[in-house]
C-alpha cells in the first residue's frame, strides 16, 4: 500500500508560478513511477508529467517547457509550474504506479486545487 498527500495548490494570476508536493509513505519502494495528472470539470483525468525510479521524465506536450517534474530521496515529488495559464486550471492528482506480477497497482493522491486567473 502507497499513500499520497498533496498540497501547494492555490489560486494564482495568469503568468505566475506554483509548487506542488507530493508526500509518499507506506511501500514506497516498490513504486516504479510516480506522476501528476489533472482534472478539470467535465472532463478527464489528464497525464501532466511523470517520472520514473531512474529519474527518466516525460511530459504533456501542453505543460512541456514550463512544468518541472521532479523528486528526492525522501518520497517527495514535486511539480514546479511556471508561465500558468487560465487553462491549467484543474485539480492537480498525484500518482504512484506499482508494477506487480501479473497486476499494476495505481495509487491516488486527494488532489489540490489550482486557479490560474487571466
Known amino acids: 500500500q502507497v499513500q499520497l498527500v498533496e498540497s501547494g495548490g492555490g489560486l494564482v494570476q495568469a503568468g505566475g508560478s506554483l509548487l506542488l508536493s507530493c508526500a509518499a509513505s507506506g511501500s514506497i519502494l516498490s513504486i516504479n513511477v510516480m506522476g501528476w495528472y489533472r482534472q478539470a470539470p467535465g472532463k478527464q483525468r489528464e497525464l501532466v508529467a511523470t517520472i520514473t525510479s531512474g529519474g527518466a521524465t516525460e511530459y504533456a506536450a501542453s505543460v512541456k517547457g514550463r512544468f518541472t517534474i521532479s523528486k528526492n530521496a525522501k518520497s517527495m515529488l514535486y511539480l514546479q509550474m511556471s508561465s500558468l495559464k487560465p487553462e491549467d486550471t484543474s485539480v492537480y492528482f498525484c500518482?504512484?504506479?506499482?508494477?506487480?506480477?501479473?497486476?499494476?497497482?495505481?495509487?491516488w493522491g486527494q488532489g489540490t486545487q489550482v486557479t490560474v486567473s487571466s
Open positions: 500518482n504512484a504506479l506499482v508494477v506487480g506480477r501479473g497486476a499494476d497497482y495505481n495509487y
